[in-house]
């Protein structure tokens, strides 16, 4: 066959195949009287392997190696190749992610991509410092889309630009919560845990008290911890097992403790609270300070139920136990009476008797 119909047959370009010839690639094995070229069914044959080659991504070098090396094994170059293609698209895949984050912003100018690409630049920086100036300097008029804040967070190790993060992310007026829950389902739980803080502190936005809830069952006591004490503060319930276990533990038990007074607001909450408390104050396990911690968690809860469990810890074995049990008693009593309040919470000085003899 000459050139022309080859190239018909074969999809490739005559100027191509020309310049396989050149190259020594595909050399037609005849020649016309006139001096064309003339292919034969193996010439043919020899191109379609070329091509075939070339979707691999092999360049033409590599590929005259591969025909013609009987000694070449593919295997090293194969996953050259598969190296090379990831990053390829590892780099594809950040071009898109920086124009669907540009479009997001909605620019009304080429000044404001300009300002979203310096961000990003900014956010991708290898110096901790950099990455926290770009968060905070950027001019207020700059609109920034929440899941590029979101991504940045999720992807955050240093604490101080992470929480610069989490606080732009919180005013962004956008939702940046799919993305954050997305990483509340991540394999990594550091990932996890900054998915969980950032979730925490964006109280109004749709979709939030889901995602803590959710948080409630991780495989991590941190993540849980956190999640416990947001949700807590949203009202749900769920979170008091987790709770009561930072109690038990030592764990942020004030904090918790205060959040178990909260959704002890309710009264079948509070029974409910009340009754995991008492359980575990009769646990065989409890220690002097853990039973101080859970004594100390009762006097959130309302309710006469609450200051008959302190009278009969007033008269513990523990000593320790029952001078905090019997100064709560008189704290609660002098509470009912509108005395010894801040806020409406129970407040314990370092120099109230319980503290001077324990």
Known sequence: MLIGEVARHSGVSARM?????????????????????????????????????????????????????????????????????????AREAELLERLRAIDASAPTGWQDVLRIVELMQGLNSTSA???????????????????????AVLAESDPNVAGALRWALAR???????????????????????????????????????????????????????????????????AVPTLVGMVVEGSN?????????????????????????????????????????????LVELPGAAVREVLRQLAHDDDRAVALVASSFVGLLEQRRQGRHKQGGHLVLSMTDPVWRNT
């Open 17 to 89: 195949l020309r310049h396989y010839d050149a190259l020594g690639l595909v050399c037609p094995t005849g020649r016309t009287v006139g001096g064309y070229r003339e292919y034969s069914a193996e010439d043919v044959r020899r191109i379609f392997h070329v091509e075939s080659l070339r979707s691999l991504g092999l360049s033409l070098k590599q590929i005259g190696r591969a025909l013609d090396d009987p000694a070449f094994t593919p295997s090293a170059l194969v996953s050259d190749l598969i190296q090379w293609t990831e990053d390829r698209l």
């Open 129 to 151: 410092a950099r990455r926290q100036q770009a968060v905070l300097a950027r001019p207020g008029d700059v609109s920034v889309p929440a899941e590029l804040l979101a991504g």
């Open 172 to 238: 962004s007026g956008g939702d940046g919560v799919a993305t954050l829950a997305a990483g509340v389902h991540s394999e990594d739980v550091d990932i996890r845990r900054r998915a969980v803080l950032a979730i925490a502190e964006m109280s109004e936005a749709p979709g939030a008290t889901a995602a803590l809830a959710d948080a409630l069952g991780d495989p991590d006591p941190t993540v849980r911890r956190q999640a416990a004490l947001a949700s807590g503060r949203r009202g749900v319930t769920a």
């Open 253 to 297: 038990d004030v904090d918790a403790a205060e959040v178990l007074g909260t959704l002890s607001q309710d009264p079948e909450c509070a029974d409910r609270i009340m009754t995991a408390l008492a359980d575990e104050l009769a646990a065989p396990t409890a220690d002097s300070a853990t039973r101080i911690r859970l004594a100390q968690a």
